[in-house]
């Protein structure tokens, strides 16, 4: 049975939206079905050779057109895993690629450890770490790589067998796959010099805490969601912690991110002052 424009329809959409004609073919689709559904509208072209939906992805329709995929921080932000960035995108082409036609972000002319098919907009998630290790500050990039395994996206001893840069080399033997969440991995990170115990998610007295440091030094973050029954469940424990000798100190997420100093700074008092001690 002949495919029809619905069927290029369907088969576009089941490959993320924005495909190229020649994977249309190779399903069915002749040049005549992809024509008519171009012009009813159903597709649209988006260079020679590729086509997609009327409501696709714009990321993919950008990358498709520049002829490069998506890969780094903007592809790690767009799987979901913990990203600090707010910049150009990220998008990734052969070295020997001709017919880039990037007009802003940035390209990775890298050779990727694991080959890119050619019919693909997205790079594998081994690839986008690589690039990750090799482009980031080491504490964003360990937050994501930590963050995919978190999540179980992805394997330590899987990406130890890769052809790595050395920026992802000491990644594969630094990062810790149980870490909570990136801002986790940045305190930690960022507190190592202390040399004291910092414990990421205590349990005391009932109630989870960010991090305890020391014995008796608390690290609280207030997120968007320390509002209502939650700020006051939050206020109440801390009075708890004050009776039982414990110091906390709250900050919030936009202080970690864009003060760090002010907030390693109260640190280092408490720590001075001894409150992180047993008592």
């Not at 992809?34 to 072209?45: E, P, T, V, W």
């Not at 594969?172 to 960022?190: F, H, Q, Y």
């Not at 910092?198 to 997120?223: E, M, N, S, Y």
Request: hydrophobic share 45%; aromatic share 6%; net charge positive.
């Amino acid at each position: 049975m002949a495919a029809r424009g619905s069927d290029a329809l369907a088969l576009t959409r089941g490959e993320g939206g924005v495909v190229r004609t020649r994977l249309l073919a190779a399903r069915g689709c002749s040049a005549h079905v992809i024509a008519s559904a171009l012009d009813a509208g159903l597709l649209r072209r988006v260079r020679k050779g590729w086509v997609a939906l009327a409501d696709a992805d714009s990321y993919l329709i950008a990358a498709a057109r520049a002829g490069v995929v998506l890969t780094c921080v903007t592809q790690a932000q767009r799987r979901g895993l913990w990203v600090i960035y707010d910049g150009e995108p990220h998008v990734g082409a052969s070295p020997h690629a001709g017919g880039v036609r990037a007009e802003k972000g940035h390209v990775h002319w890298a050779t990727p450890p694991v080959p890119r098919h050619p019919d693909r907009l997205e790079d594998p998630l081994e690839n986008v770490l690589a690039l990750v290790a090799a482009c980031q500050p080491y504490e964003s990039a360990k937050a994501i790589w930590e963050s995919a395994l978190r999540r179980g996206d992805i394997e330590l001893p899987a990406l130890r067998r890769l052809p790595l840069g050395p920026a992802a080399r000491k990644l594969c033997a630094d990062v810790m796959p149980w870490s909570d969440s990136g801002l986790e991995t940045i305190v930690v990170s960022r507190l190592r010099w202390l040399r004291i115990p910092i414990i990421p998610q205590a349990w005391i007295l009932g109630h989870r805490v960010d991090f305890r440091i020391g014995k008796r030094l608390l690290l609280q973050i207030d997120g968007g969601h320390h509002v209502g029954a939650q700020r006051a469940s939050d206020v109440a424990h801390d009075a708890l912690l004050a009776l039982h000798g414990y110091h906390a100190i709250r900050i919030t997420y936009g202080q970690i991110i864009d003060d760090w100093p002010a907030v390693q700074d109260l640190i280092m008092r408490a720590v001075a002052q001894g409150l992180h001690l047993e008592r």
